[in-house]
C-alpha cells in the first residue's frame, strides 16, 4: 500500500470515550456480578462451616499478612469514616489480598464504648501536630455543646488520621510479635 494513501479512522476523543465507558461497564458487571455469583457457588459447592473455615480464616496466611490484616483494620476502625468501616475494611483487604475475618474484627475498635476515647485522641493529637490549644481539655469535656466541629474539623480530621496511623503500626507491630510468639511456642 502506498504510505501517501492510508486513511487513519482513530477518533482519540472519542473513541478513548467509548473504551473508558466499556472498561467501567465491564468492571461494575464483574464487582456486582460475577464476582458475588462465583462466590454464592463456591458457598453453596463447599458449605457454609468449610467455607468459613477455609476461605475467610486462611489459617495458612503468613504472619506477616495477619499483622497487616490487624493493622488495617485498626486504622480504617479509628479513621474518621463511620458507616462506611464495615464496606471498607472487607475492601481493602480483600484488593490487598489480606485476612478479611481478622482486618474487619479489629476494625471494630470504634465500639461506642472507645468512641469517647478515640474523640478525644484525636483531639490531642492533632492539636499536639497543628500546633493549636486543644478544644477538649479532658475526658469529661468531650459532648456536643462543647466541641464544635465546623471550627475544629482540620484538627480533627489531622489527628484522627494521624492516630489512626500510628495505633495500626503499633497494634499491628504487637500482632505480629504476638503471632511470632505463640508460632515458636507450637513448634
Known amino acids: 500500500y502506498d504510505e501517501s494513501e492510508r486513511v487513519t479512522h482513530f477518533r482519540p476523543i472519542k473513541d478513548f470515550t467509548r473504551i473508558s465507558?466499556?472498561?467501567t461497564v465491564l468492571v461494575l458487571i464483574a464487582l456486582l456480578y460475577i464476582k458475588p455469583r462465583d462466590l454464592f457457588r463456591k458457598l453453596k459447592k463447599k458449605g457454609l462451616k468449610r467455607f468459613f473455615l477455609?476461605?475467610?480464616?486462611?489459617?495458612?496466611?503468613?504472619k506477616e499478612k495477619k499483622a497487616l490484616s490487624i493493622g488495617l483494620g485498626?486504622?480504617?476502625?479509628?479513621?474518621?469514616?463511620?458507616g462506611f468501616q464495615t464496606v471498607l475494611v472487607i475492601f481493602l483487604a480483600v484488593a490487598l489480598k489480606l485476612n478479611k475475618v481478622i482486618a474487619f474484627?479489629?476494625?471494630?475498635?470504634?465500639l461506642p464504648i472507645f468512641i469517647p476515647f478515640i474523640i478525644y485522641g484525636s483531639f490531642q493529637v492533632g492539636a499536639f501536630l497543628l500546633g493549636s490549644d486543644p478544644v477538649i481539655s479532658d475526658l469529661s469535656d468531650i459532648n456536643i455543646q462543647n466541641i464544635n466541629f465546623k471550627e475544629h474539623l482540620s484538627q480533627y480530621l489531622v489527628g484522627s488520621f494521624s492516630l489512626a496511623i500510628f495505633l495500626a503500626l503499633l497494634i499491628g507491630a504487637i500482632g505480629y510479635i504476638t503471632l511470632l510468639v505463640f508460632s515458636k511456642k507450637e513448634r
Open 54 to 62: 477455609e476461605d475467610f480464616l486462611q489459617n495458612s496466611d503468613s
Open 21 to 23: 465507558i466499556l472498561n
Open 74 to 82: 485498626v486504622f480504617i476502625g479509628i479513621s474518621p469514616l463511620w
Open 105 to 110: 474484627t479489629f476494625s471494630n475498635v470504634s
